[in-house]
């Protein structure tokens, strides 16, 4: 005989229930889903045996916290030996949970055995739908209240972040950096068609998107061009000879006229995308400087904008770090990858690491080969980068040098260093940039004492020469008057 007792973890606390013939409930799982809905039915089934509801809003964060991680609270592990009674010779207790992972570490905790398929799930649902009648001093409303004060401390507890380090950042300016490129691309040859009608010569002469633009705004009507433009030319094409072309071909064009309205708009557009094109600039800047506070180790091996891409594929750093090294060497063509499964071809060897430059150095028949070893380090390096305490880039600069040296090896045959050897090297030389940082630090406390201190013998002193002369003063006044006197 098997007697089932059900642990249900609500936001004031935590209901123990006692399931009546939990074997012909086992048996009859149809009944026990249609009588769900019925609370006299459900009475019948399912019976209180203790409740025990938590202290205050902190204790109940903490709870959810740990259960959340398949941990097993004090006070719920106190609570189940208390109420939940030990299995028999003749009757032997189960315990229905929800969690499997809780499950487990009850089992681990109190060797009560857990149960969290066939009825179980079925019985906790109608607990959970029927918990205001099944507990006294309980209402819908008062449930509903402490479940959404508990919902917004956890979930508010889940958000909290270290400023300093925010993939999300990452995420979104990489994202609006490939879209930048297209949108400054498609603008760049909207504008050479446009001003193109004017001054079609100027396209030969500089082809560059950016540049181009400039001296639309700079040029505007071909016919105001004189000598005394090119030093102006000069500064935007930073080369005398195209200057001077520039001013031939205006003289010699075979562009049509243009009105002043239609300049006045090709000026405008041209000066919106001089200036997308310096957010750009801005941007990856931004972008640089985050990886090298978030993956140091990641943006050292593979540069910015690709391990930016990873990890935004990937979704977080987190994410990219729990992924093994066969996930990272295709990531990004999944597509390709599902088609060769689906036909039986050769499966892509390489996704985004493709724009790696190591990809690119090695012969074609070492890529495969190179894009397995670079995804084993970029692993490693995003493994380093997610759990380390402090950034460096230290781990990096190593792992760059054996994917330089395994290309070595695959075109001269030299043999590189062991891997275990590299990170023992990469340890020590950690370990004497954070007693350098140390010293560094006492030295820079021990100046600013040091200062501190002089400032105020020195302010001591001033005072005290501050104090003598009205002595004096006052010793004069006195003899001055005796002599009066």
């Known amino acids: 005989m098997t007697q089932l007792y059900v642990l249900f973890e609500h936001a004031a606390g935590y209901g123990i229930f006692k399931v009546k013939e939990f074997e012909e409930i086992g048996m009859l799982l149809p009944q026990v889903e249609a009588s769900i809905s019925d609370l006299s039915r459900f009475n019948s089934v399912v019976k209180l045996v203790g409740f025990s509801p938590f202290k205050s809003a902190v204790t109940a964060l903490e709870s959810i916290n740990a259960i959340s991680e398949g941990l097993l ?5 106190h609570f189940i030996d208390i109420t939940v009674p030990k299995s028999g010779k003749k009757e032997k207790v189960c315990l229905g949970v929800f969690d499997p992972k ?14 969290h398929v066939g009825a179980v799930p079925e019985i906790l649902r109608g607990i959970r739908h029927h918990f205001p009648n099944l507990v006294k001093g309980f209402t819908s409303k008062s449930s ?5 004060g508990l919902g917004h401390s956890y979930s508010r507890a889940k958000v909290k972040f270290n400023v300093n380090r925010v993939d999300n950042m990452i995420i979104q300016s990489i994202a609006l950096l490939d879209q930048l490129d297209k949108d400054i691309n498609t603008f760049a040859m909207r504008i050479r068609e446009w001003y193109s009608y004017h001054f079609p010569e100027l396209v030969k002469i500089v082809p560059e998107n950016y540049m181009f633009a400039q001296l639309c705004k700079f040029i505007k009507n071909r016919k105001d061009l004189t000598q005394d433009s090119v030093e102006g030319l000069e500064e935007i094409v930073m080369d005398s000879s195209k200057a001077q072309a520039i001013l031939d071909a205006s003289r010699s064009s075979m562009g049509m006229e243009i009105s002043p309205i239609d300049m006045i708009n090709i000026e405008m557009f041209a000066s919106r995308v001089i200036a997308l094109a310096d957010y750009r600039k801005q941007l990856s800047e ?45 990531l990004g063509a999944e597509k390709a990858l599902f088609r060769a499964l689906k036909t039986r071809g050769n499966t892509p060897k390489y996704g985004l690491l493709f724009h790696s430059t190591f990809i690119g150095r090695a012969a074609v ?41 395994r290309l070595k090896f695959y075109e001269t045959g030299d043999i590189p260093k062991k891997n275990i050897d ?22 820079r406390k021990s100046e600013s004492n040091h200062v501190s201190n002089a400032t ?14 009205p002595k004096k003063k006052k010793k004069k006044s006195k003899k001055q008057s005796e002599n009066q006197n």
């Open 73 to 77: 609270p004090e006070d719920l592990m």
């Open 102 to 115: 809780l499950g487990a570490a009850i089992t681990e905790s109190l060797g009560i055995q857990c149960n």
């Open 144 to 148: 509903a209240v402490a479940q959404l």
């Open 286 to 330: 931004y972008l640089k400087t985050k990886m090298g506070d978030i993956a140091p180790n990641l943006a050292t091996l593979i540069g910015d904008l690709v391990g930016a891409r990873l990890i935004a594929r990937a979704g977080s750093l987190t994410n990219l770090a729990k992924y093994p090294s066969s996930t990272v060497q295709i």
């Open 365 to 405: 028949k070492n890529k495969g080969r190179i894009s397995r070893y670079l995804a084993n380090k970029c692993s490693i390096a995003s493994r380093i980068d997610c759990f380390a305490e402090q950034p460096t880039n230290i781990f990096g600069n190593k792992l760059k040098q054996q994917v330089e040296d």
């Open 422 to 443: 590299v990170m023992k090297e990469a340890l020590e030389e950690v370990q004497l940039a954070t007693k350098t940082e140390k010293k560094k630090k006492k030295k």
């Open 456 to 469: 105020n013998g020195s302010v001591a002193e001033e005072t005290q020469n501050s104090d003598e002369p």
